[in-house]
């Protein structure tokens, strides 16, 4: 087991936490597998009422590792990983909430989308250069953030690749609330402790109620991963990859 993916347990809490700062969080094919058998086992434990998902100070994370994204383009395979981790997330009954401190890039941004609160510091920033890459969005972002911030903004995050700072992101109705560094995951935890005390039940109805169907967001997610695997291997993509690297070096 990799230790990039921390998955820690307080009371009636279960904390899944980025750890691979030296990349920025960037999640691996093994990583996501992690998170999957994380939320998974959180949601068939009933002394589990409350997921948290959280990253390093000045990164939530970076998006989907580029070197993942290369051999997949390169051979053809993309694996099951990223589209278990996607539909196991948007299937969450229970609480789940996240807190943002830094870059939240691609999925980094898309994963809040799933959550039912989302925390984030003043120097956090939001971005989904998905188009810059010559590919589309992902996790249901397509469907669910129309909803969440009406067809413009959504656009100008997910097509134009705008960045929204967590102020915006706040205004904009995809993250709740903004609070500085120190007291973020103290923040985080305490709300997490909150909604864990709460009838178990009643949540998952009101969570229910309140999120487009499941099904929905499940066709939305193959939608764009047919999508996205296209472009992944089209000369679009592979010239804007290539472009990022020589700018990387």
Not at 91 to 110: C, H, Q, R
Not at 118 to 131: G, H, Y
């Amino acid at each position: 087991m990799s230790d990039h993916i921390l998955v820690s347990t307080q009371g009636a809490v279960q904390t899944i936490r980025f750890n691979r700062p030296d990349k920025k969080n960037a999640i691996t094919r093994a990583m996501y597998g992690q998170m999957t058998e994380a939320l998974s086992a959180g949601e068939a434990d009933d002394s589990i009422r409350c997921h948290v998902i959280l990253g390093t100070p000045g990164a939530f994370s970076s998006g989907n590792d580029l070197q993942d994204f290369m051999a997949f383009a390169a051979s053809g395979d993309m694996g099951t990983e990223v589209f278990d981790f996607l539909n196991c997330m948007s299937s969450v009954k229970k609480p789940f909430i996240s807190g943002v401190d830094g870059l939240a890039i691609g999925i980094g941004t898309t994963i809040h989308m799933h959550c039912d609160l989302t925390f984030a510091t003043p120097q956090s920033l939001f971005k989904t250069p998905f188009v810059d890459l010559g590919l589309v969005p992902e996790a249901a972002s397509s469907l669910l953030a129309p909803a969440i911030m009406g067809h413009q903004r959504a656009y100008a995050l997910l097509a134009m690749g705008e960045p929204l700072s967590a102020e915006q992101a706040r205004d904009a109705g995809l993250i709740y609330q903004v609070v500085e560094a120190d007291a973020l995951e103290s923040t985080v935890a305490d709300t997490a402790e909150k909604l864990a005390a709460r009838a178990p039940q009643a949540m998952a109805h009101a969570k229910r109620l309140m999120r487009p169907d499941t099904e929905t967001i499940k066709a939305r997610i193959l939608e764009e991963g047919k999508l996205f695997a296209e472009q992944l291997k089209s000369d679009e993509a592979k010239a804007a990859f290539m472009a990022f690297m020589t700018r990387k070096k």
